[in-house]
């Protein structure tokens, strides 16, 4: 297969909408709960890079209050127009690609992005070089190649089809640069860049309505790849779909590294 470029999960796909709803409700209670503890508040300066929908933007603008920031970066900002009104700032930005939207940050997050960033060893520098002394960076992403199965408990066919298709969306991802075991790495490279008190730990949920979700709007979003690639047909997606919407299965995520630490 050759290589595509671009973002495999395009924002302004209809299903899109859904997916940043899942990820929200899965991932926003381990991200503001490190947010919370790396003290942001107010009249904080926030970079949030590759925000995808407005959840941790919103939530962000209401720790910093009138005296911060949170300039909200994106390839493709369509979904972050409800939440661009001060202290927000909406901008479109390639964290691999562009100068940072600014310098002096105190605090710099990126959630579920750099996994798919062709140069993200330059968005992670860019990342850095942003932050104030002392400013606090945390790096969040899914480690797919770390539990790589939407049904850790295969015991059946409709278990089995289900990491088929996982497996087979790896592949898209995979194609279009994303670096599936990236996240684990985190430790080491913000150590590595400088960064002091560096700690990571990791979440992912077993079974939760949100990941049927997510996975319902994920292949519903990609059927044309996997079918194009060879790598599903169109009955085995139509009966994946109606297995998930049974809610027989137990579906999971990939687990989501979080790192953090501070500038020199
Ligand atoms: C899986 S979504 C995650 C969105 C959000 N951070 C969250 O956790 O809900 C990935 C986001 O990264 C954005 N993205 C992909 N490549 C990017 C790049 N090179 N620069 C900035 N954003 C990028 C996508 O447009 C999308 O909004």
Redesign the pocket.
């Known amino acids: 297969m050759t290589r595509t470029d671009g ?1 495999l ?1 395009d ?1 302004r796909r209809t299903e899109a909408g859904e997916r ?1 709803d899942a ?2 409700t899965l ?1 926003d209670p381990t991200t503001f709960r490190h947010l919370e503890r790396l003290g942001v508040g107010p009249g904080w300066r926030c970079w949030e ?5 407005t959840s ?1 933007v919103s939530w962000l603008a209401k720790k910093v209050g009138p005296t911060g920031k949170v300039v909200a ?4 900002t369509s979904r972050l127009t409800p939440a661009a009104r001060p202290p927000v700032e909406v901008r479109v ?4 690609a562009e100068a940072p939207p600014g310098e002096g940050f105190d605090l710099v997050h990126a ?3 750099l996994v ?2 062709p140069d993200r060893e330059r968005a992670l520098r860019s990342m850095i070089k942003a932050l104030r002394a002392d400013g606090r960076l945390l790096v969040e992403d899914a480690d797919p190649a770390l539990q790589p199965l939407l049904c850790p408990d295969e015991h059946g066919p409709e278990q089995q089809l289900a990491n088929r298709l996982r497996h087979g969306f790896r592949h898209l991802l995979a194609d279009r640069g994303a670096d599936l075991s990236y996240a684990r790495t985190l430790p080491r490279l913000l150590r590595e860049a400088g960064l002091r008190r560096v700690e990571a730990d990791a979440y992912f949920p077993v079974t939760s309505p949100a990941c049927a979700a997510l996975e319902s709007a994920t292949v519903r979003q990609i059927r044309a790849d996997l079918v194009t690639a060879g790598l599903a047909t169109d009955e085995d997606i139509d009966r994946h779909l109606a297995n998930i919407a049974s809610g027989s299965m137990d579906l999971a995520t990939a687990p989501m590294i979080s790192a953090w630490g501070r500038k020199g």
């Open positions: 973002y999960l924002n940043l990820l929200a991932f890079v590759g925000a995808g929908g941790v970066t994106d390839i493709d930005h390639d964290v691999g959630r579920l992005v798919h960033v």
